[in-house]
């Protein structure tokens, strides 16, 4: 079973900085099966990142992801106000599928 | 456009019985598999079962394993959980989710409904 550890757990910028948030997997993810989420209050989870690089329909291009094996990256080179918010990294290919725990974004 | 909207959702006591639906639209509902997503109040996101596209393939969370039961019914684009032996732990609003493409594995979320809350207390 794949563990996925988010770090930091909170990111305090203002909005115009950069965002590094980091996805560590126990054991090595075959083919990249690392996707990144958005999650706002009050809302359902949006695919930001599948393939741990390819952008989702109509994510803007600040969303970047990158990395393989265990250690996995997503950036948000110049954070917008409506990028305040939960991030979540997700395990997918074989099961069970699993999710980190998340790491939010708050203005700070 | 595609929707997903979930169904089913209610305050049951431990240890009874609930189904959970989600209509699907807008897609092709018989090419992708889908998923049963849950998260707790103020908590995190917890897979917990995925189903292919001609329910071949289904899969469990440990968590879950045993109690709760995914189906499809791809003639009426609907996906369900049977959820038995429910636990105070197993609240949590529940998504229904779909694959992004058709695959023979199990592919990233790219439409989530928004959800439907269950709640287990006496």
């Known amino acids: 079973e794949i563990v996925l550890t988010q770090s930091p757990g909170t990111l305090s910028l203002s909005p115009g900085e950069r965002a590094t948030l980091s996805c560590r997997a126990s054991q090595s993810l075959s083919s990249s099966y690392l996707a990144w989420y958005q999650q706002k209050p009050g809302q359902a989870p949006r695919l930001l990142v599948y393939g741990s690089s390819s952008r989702a329909t109509d994510i803007p291009d600040r969303f970047s992801g990158s990395g393989s094996g265990t250690d996995f990256t997503l950036t948000i080179s110049r954070l917008e106000p409506e990028d305040f918010a939960v991030y979540y990294c997700?395990?997918?290919?074989?099961?069970?599928?699993?999710f980190g725990g998340g790491t939010k974004v708050e203005i700070k | 456009e595609v929707q997903l909207v979930e169904s089913g959702g209610n305050l049951v006591q431990p240890g009874r019985s609930l189904r959970l639906s989600c209509a699907a639209s807008g897609f092709n509902f018989d090419d992708y598999a889908m998923h049963w997503v849950r998260q707790a109040p103020g908590k995190g996101l917890e897979w917990v079962s995925g189903i292919s596209w001609n329910s071949d393939s289904i899969q469990y969370a440990d968590s879950v394993k045993g109690r709760f039961t995914i189906s499809r019914d791809n003639a009426k684009n609907s996906l369900y959980l049977q959820m038995n032996s429910l636990r105070a732990e197993d609240t949590a609003l529940y998504y229904c989710?779909?694959?992004?493409?058709?695959?023979?594995?199990?592919?990233?979320?790219?439409?989530w409904g928004q959800g439907t809350l269950v709640t287990v207390s006496s």
């Open positions: 997700q395990h997918y290919g074989s099961s069970p599928l699993a």
């Open positions: 989710a779909k694959d992004t493409h058709h695959s023979s594995n199990w592919e990233a979320f790219d439409y």
